[in-house]
């Protein structure tokens, strides 16, 4: 008896989330959308995940509006995001209200298909999403974040499925964002679930250890319904297997998708084009690498983890992050590790690589974490962690958004006349900051996405020491014209770049600093740290909130400033008690470690 198998192809959100840290335009998805609505897919994936956070940050475009132009261009075809379930888009839980509006929005504007899960697999984060999802007639995909810990087994999994159907999904999705699955865990897994709950199965897998395609196809040979692929030219190492290769592998099968590989090829050879594109945004860490089955990082973050640590000039300590992440996992849990937990996890080892001493600074995501506010932890978490954390602070035993008053009040009188629509107020909600910087830069016409290099000549090599073929720039200045070519990047210290090039075949060393590391009010420079009533931070970061104002009589160890970096919040505190006698920062402002933020007098 033959069973065709459907494929849901994600080149246009968790492809190029995974290999170009989610910088695809939507000015290259539109011209090839005609074909792709012509392949037969059961869905494509378009929206989820850190692409809306990207398109507002980076491209400077509506995330909104691209759903829309990509529902008029794909009129046949499924169109599937990914939801965080209560925390939706961002990194936090949201009211319920505010859930059930995205929900709302999402599917008028074009969404079919939510894929919903929650980063703890705590099921009670899922029931809202899923009945809103309902209430909207569309398909609610019930979804299992798998990792491997003591505390994850089949039986566990088998029973959070049961309760997902439950709950009224119409399918059900093995979301493996780190590619930890091997094919034989996942024919007894997928064995399992078809034999225990009637729902669809799909499977989702990041072929970052080489394993998925054989993983996919242990999984079609034990029952499951739907795989996950991406066009090869976006395909493979920390994406997915080939769609053009799994259509290959199952055509004259019992298992034939029915799809057309010319056509697929014809697709293949455009995204090939456009990955050039993004040249700049290529991971260095999206090859097959094994590692993964220890340190678990997911696809989406490795790459956007690499390119965040190169923006802090710390590239070089990737290893060592790699190492502490499985050890910081088990101090927590053993969640697994997808978003947010994933950058939760990730930006805790890697301030505990950059202090050299665990734990020293305890970002706020992770305080929340262990007090509850993002569900019920799998395993057992490490007890002196947690006082360490929160202290005497109760810990949250009921569903996390229980304690959420409703929002979409609140967020609609904050953002005031920059939202033109709903929309616009749930762009706010997910991402306070830079959603409303993006509201004001629309209002203003000052939308300004980033640029884009100029795609290297054929043979052209990026070296980290400067070496191979250089970036070649040709700059007219005033009516003069100037060849410049980068032969080399120094790594960013001090808040300085050291950029090594040549203008008309003369060697030159220009050094760049942001305006903003300088202090308001005159031109010196933040003074580094020398008394313990500096406060300043270990890490690079933006100012999020000054605490305190000059006057102020502060304990040792209160709470003064908050930074962000790497998207998590941390408390930078006084490390004596007395006055505050001078304040050198403002809410936005660009910090480096050693600088004197704060001056306290004992």
Same mark, same amino acid.
């Not at 306070?432 to 629309?442: C, Q, S, T, V």
């Given at each position: ?63 909104? %509006? !691209?759903?829309?132009?990509? !529902? ?51 099921? !009670? ?5 899923? %009945? ?47 590619? @930890? ?140 992050? @790699? ?6 996992? /088990? ?36 305080? @929340? ?16 962690? !947690? ?34 629509? /709903? ?56 009516? %003069? ?31 760049? /600093? ?49 930074? /962000?970096?790497?998207?998590? %919040? ?33």
């Amino acid at each position: 008896m033959s069973k065709k198998i459907f494929v849901t192809d994600t080149i246009l959100r968790d492809a190029h989330q995974s290999l170009l840290a989610t910088r695809m335009r939507t000015e290259d998805m539109l011209p090839i959308c005609d074909k792709l609505d012509k392949v037969g897919y059961w869905s494509l994936e378009v929206w989820g995940g850190a692409t809306f956070d990207a398109c507002v940050r980076f491209l400077k475009e509506d995330p909104w %509006e !691209r759903l829309r132009k990509l !529902r008029a261009a794909l009129p046949n075809t499924r169109l599937q995001m990914l939801l965080r379930g209560q925390n939706l888009l961002g990194y936090r839980h949201y009211s319920d209200d505010v859930v059930k509006a995205f929900v709302a929005k999402a599917a008028v504007n074009g969404i079919d298909v939510f894929r919903i899960f929650d980063a703890m697999n705590d099921v !009670r984060n899922l029931r809202v999403a899923i %009945e809103a999802v309902k209430a909207a007639g569309k398909h609610a995909q019930g979804t299992i974040a798998y990792t491997t810990s003591p505390v994850h087994t089949i039986d566990a999994f088998v029973a959070q499925a049961k309760q997902m159907e439950a709950m009224g999904c119409d399918s059900v999705a093995i979301k493996d964002m780190a590619g @930890l699955l091997t094919p034989f865990a996942t024919g007894e897994l997928v064995k399992a679930l078809k034999a225990e709950q009637s729902l669809p199965v799909f499977v989702h897998s990041h072929d970052t250890a080489g394993l998925a395609a054989m993983c996919q196809l242990k999984a079609i040979e034990n029952g499951a319904d739907h795989i996950d692929t991406a066009i090869s030219s976006f395909a493979w190492g920390t994406s997915h297997p080939g769609t053009e290769s799994m259509v290959a592998a199952l055509k004259g099968s019992e298992f034939d998708t029915g799809l057309s590989l010319e056509l697929l090829q014809e697709i293949g050879l455009y995204f090939y084009a456009v990955r050039k594109k993004y040249h700049q945004f290529e991971s260095e860490f999206t090859a097959v690498d094994t590692r993964v089955q220890v340190n678990q990082v997911p696809g989406g973050m490795i790459s956007n983890l690499a390119n965040q640590l190169k923006e802090q000039g710390a590239l070089n300590r990737m290893n060592e992050v @790699l190492a502490e992440i499985p050890r910081v996992r /088990e101090d927590l849990g053993f969640p697994p590790l997808v978003t947010p937990t994933s950058q939760i996890v990730g930006t805790q080892a890697f301030f505990n690589v950059l202090a050299g001493e665990r734990y020293k600074t305890i970002t706020n995501e992770v305080k @929340l974490y262990l007090q509850g506010g993002y569900g019920k932890a799998p395993g057992v978490v490490d007890e002196k962690l !947690r006082r360490q954390a929160i202290g005497s602070e109760e810990v949250i035993d009921v569903r996390p958004a229980d304690l959420l008053k409703p929002e979409m009040t609140k967020l609609r009188n904050d953002i005031g006349a920059l939202a033109k629509s /709903e929309e616009d107020v749930l762009t706010y909600a997910m991402f306070p900051d830079i959603g409303r910087k993006f509201l004001e830069e629309r209002e203003a016409g000052t939308l300004t996405p980033e640029v884009l290099l100029p795609i290297p000549e054929a043979g052209a090599v990026a070296s980290a020491s400067g070496e191979g073929v250089p970036t070649e720039f040709v700059i007219d200045v005033h009516g %003069e014209t100037y060849r410049v070519d980068i032969t080399g990047v120094g790594v960013k210290a001090e808040g300085k770049r050291h950029f090594y090039l040549s203008i008309d075949g003369m060697p030159e060393e220009v050094v760049f /600093e942001p305006l903003n590391e300088f202090v308001g009010g005159g031109s010196s420079k933040r003074k580094q740290a020398s008394a313990p009533g500096h406060v300043s931070t270990t890490m690079p970061g933006n100012i999020v909130d000054v605490l305190v104002k000059e006057g102020d009589t502060v304990k040792a160890g209160q709470p003064v400033l908050i930074t /962000e970096a790497m998207k998590m %919040e941390t408390e930078v505190q006084a490390a004596i008690a007395g006055k505050v006698t001078a304040i050198h920062v403002a809410k936005g402002d660009r910090v480096n470690p050693g600088e004197i933020l704060i001056e306290i007098e004992g």
